[in-house]
């Protein structure tokens, strides 16, 4: 149910950040030409929480000091209240691939602002199924996510599309990432994992997303994990609109339901 709407909200410009630096027109215009007409909005990048509303109407606009800003238009499905202090966006600062792009099994995204970009491909160094993306994410206090997609698997439905994935799960490609994200995140103080994959559910693509800890991913079974969440999100189908976020829950040793869209 629409709360508020705002019109013209910059959620990136070309002035200098928090950290520094200044992005050109030019990024903002190949953005805006990749920008959906209608996008949902995210509380603080985080794609496990419940979606506070959405945006629309995306164009470049030149503001009063010069600069410019990429704005939109938001209508909340809920207040927002208090604790938001501004509005950003997320983009792909590089990537790198230690094998042949096409034949990578899962992409790892990870914030260059809360991880040593060097130290993290000398992690993943030789692993030839992984694709590491750096974040650029702008104007918030990031959370400490690693998010591993899972790209080698043609389509979205179908029972072998599930058993792909899961062999995936099992494979050493994957035994490798995991060893290198729990490296990675041993001496951080909560760091969390999230695993994410689009199916097909009852004529619908919708995104699953497992969220697991950084203490208890080492030893967590994704396979397992994964054909639990399906079966999840099947039940929920009727309510899902394009994701739903399950976690894992350490005492329990099984997923548990979080928030859909």
């Known amino acids: 149910m629409k709360q508020k709407t705002v019109i013209g909200q910059p959620i990136i410009t070309t002035s200098v950040d928090a950290y520094g630096e200044k992005l050109p027109l030019e990024v903002l215009q190949r953005i805006l030409e990749n920008h959906p007409d209608e996008v949902e909005l995210n509380d603080s990048h985080d794609l496990t929480k419940p979606v506070i509303g ?58 260059y602002h809360d991880y040593d970009t060097n130290r993290v491909i000398r992690e993943f160094s ?32 179908g029972v072998l599309v599930i058993k792909k994935i899961t ?16 490296r990675l995140v041993i001496d951080r103080q909560k760091p969390r994992i999230l695993i994410e994959r689009n199916v097909d559910l009852d004529g619908k693509d919708v995104k699953i997303i497992i ?13 397992i994990l994964f054909e639990e969440a399906y079966r999840l ?18 005492d329990d040793h099984g997923l548990k339901y979080s928030s859909h869209y």
């Open 54 to 111: 959405k945006m629309t109407n995306p164009r470049i606009v030149k503001m009063e000091n010069g600069e410019f800003a990429i704005v939109v238009d938001i209508e909340y499905y809920r207040d927002p209240g208090t604790g938001y202090t501004g509005f950003s966006i997320s983009l792909v600062r590089d990537s790198v691939s230690f094998g042949p792009p096409e034949k990578a099994n899962f992409q790892v995204y990870y914030d």
């Open 167 to 182: 062999d995936l799960l099992i494979s050493d490609g994957y035994k490798s990432l995991k060893e290198s994200i729990c």
């Open 211 to 223: 969220e697991v800890d950084g203490k208890s991913y080492q030893s967590t079974n994704d396979a």
């Open 126 to 157: 030789g692993n030839q199924v992984v694709i590491l993306s750096g974040l650029l994410r702008r104007g918030l206090e990031n959370p400490d996510i690693i998010t591993v997609a899972i790209t080698g698997v043609l389509g979205t439905s």
């Open 233 to 250: 999100a099947w039940d929920k189908r009727n309510q899902i609109k394009n994701r739903i976020s399950l976690y894992y829950d350490s």
